[in-house]
Each structure stands twice: as structure tokens, then as C-alpha cells.
């Protein structure tokens, strides 16, 4: 069964604090693993696609790196506004299945 | 500017009735997908769609219906066989539904009166 696990559920940091969030998923049939951002009550955000082992993106204060079994989401020196869920997915075919998200707050 | 239009913002839905839920865009994508996201749970697909006049059921498509007559349009309707459909929905596109990133609109929170 397809399955995409996100961790922890919830994460508060202070400004400054970095910090790692996962997402491991099923591996078989692989396209492609998205992260997104999403405020609330509004669409999730585009961040970032990874498609091979190894391979890592970066943006602001956001590093993406993707393993064979699971990518982590690293975040430095996290400001207030970077306070948000983080959404993963993965792509099968013409779908993505998402996981549940890691609740992020950053305390100023 | 380009983007996903949803609409309304908010929706109440009485016993036994239908209501329907608009998406637009205007990003020229191929493929569009209605997701439905409950507190604590991750976004479940609904129907996808990658061309004009076809589409697909996605993992939880019972009580609900949808029609892609526009590349532009992909309308969801609840239906009143839905008997749990207070959840926040999302309309997203991609520019050929073959795993490319989705472009989401700003959803539509529906409850039940």
C-alpha cells in the first residue's frame, strides 16, 4: 500500500534553532517526492521536487535531500514567518500521495 | 496573473442537497485534481482529470461527481449521497498530471448545516 510518513506531527523551535523534519514513504514506483508548504487556510505551496538519491535543493533558509527511503526537510536558523505545515508527497504514476504534515512553529 | 481560482471561500450544505464547488485556471495545465484535506490527516484525492472530457476516480470519489466540458474548468459537485462532507477542499492543476508539481488554488471550506 502506497504510504507516505511524516515526522514529528509537531515541532516548535526558537528563532535561530534549526531542526530536521522527515518524510519516508513506500519506495516502489518512486516519480518523483514533493514538499510543500501550506499557512492556514490557504492551498499548499510549491518547494521543492527531488527525484534521485543524493540529490538536494535549496531555498532561503530550506535544504530538501532525499535518500532511497526517506527526504528530510532541514530548516536554519528558522525566523517566525517560516512558521507553517510542511507537506511531502510522493509521485506514483499520474497521483501524489500526500502525507499528514509536520506542524512547525517558530517562537520568537 | 496566472493562477487557480476557487470559489466560494466558505459553503454550507443542508440535509439532502447537492452543492458544487467551482475551479478555474488559467495556467493552460493539462491535468486538474479536486483534494479533500480533514484536520489531521493528509490530502486524499477525489477525481483527477488529465484532459478535456475525461477523468478519474481518485482513492475516496463515493458521493461525489465532477465534468471537465473546459480545459479551463473542473467543477465538484457533493452530492447528498456524501454523508460526511464537512472538510476543506483544494483544486489543483499541473501542466500534464505526469508527476510535475501542483499549482493549488486557495480551497473552499464546506460544512454541513
Known amino acids: 500500500e502506497d504510504q507516505v510518513t511524516q515526522s514529528p506531527e509537531a515541532l516548535r523551535l526558537q528563532e535561530g534553532e534549526s531542526s530536521s523534519l522527515n518524510c519516508s514513504y513506500t519506495v516502489s514506483g518512486l516519480r518523483g517526492l514533493f514538499w510543500y508548504r501550506q499557512d492556514p487556510g490557504k492551498g499548499p505551496e510549491f518547494l521543492f521536487t527531488?527525484?534521485?538519491a543524493g540529490e538536494e535543493k535549496e531555498k532561503e533558509r530550506l535544504k530538501a535531500t532525499l535518500t532511497k527511503k526517506e527526504s528530510f526537510l532541514h530548516i536554519t536558523a528558522p525566523k517566525p514567518e517560516d512558521s507553517a505545515t510542511y507537506l511531502c508527497a510522493r509521485g506514483i504514476r499520474e497521483k501524489l500521495t500526500f502525507g499528514t504534515g509536520t506542524r512547525l512553529t517558530i517562537i520568537p | 496573473d496566472g493562477g487557480i481560482t476557487q470559489s466560494p471561500k466558505y459553503l454550507f450544505r443542508k440535509e439532502g442537497q447537492n452543492v458544487t464547488l467551482s475551479c478555474e485556471q488559467n495556467l493552460n495545465h493539462d491535468a486538474m485534481y479536486w483534494y479533500r484535506q480533514d484536520p489531521g490527516q493528509g490530502l486524499r484525492l477525489i477525481y483527477y482529470?488529465?484532459?478535456?472530457?475525461?477523468?478519474q476516480k481518485g482513492d475516496i470519489a463515493e458521493g461525489y461527481s465532477v465534468s471537465r466540458e473546459k480545459k479551463e474548468s473542473f467543477p465538484l459537485t457533493v452530492t447528498s449521497a456524501q454523508k460526511n462532507p464537512t472538510a476543506f477542499y483544494l483544486c489543483?492543476?499541473?501542466?500534464?498530471?505526469?508527476?510535475?508539481?501542483?499549482?493549488f488554488g486557495s480551497g473552499t471550506q464546506l460544512s454541513v448545516l
Open positions: 482529470s488529465q484532459i478535456v472530457n475525461d477523468f
Open positions: 489543483a492543476s499541473s501542466r500534464t498530471g505526469a508527476n510535475e508539481k501542483l499549482f
Open positions: 527531488l527525484y534521485s
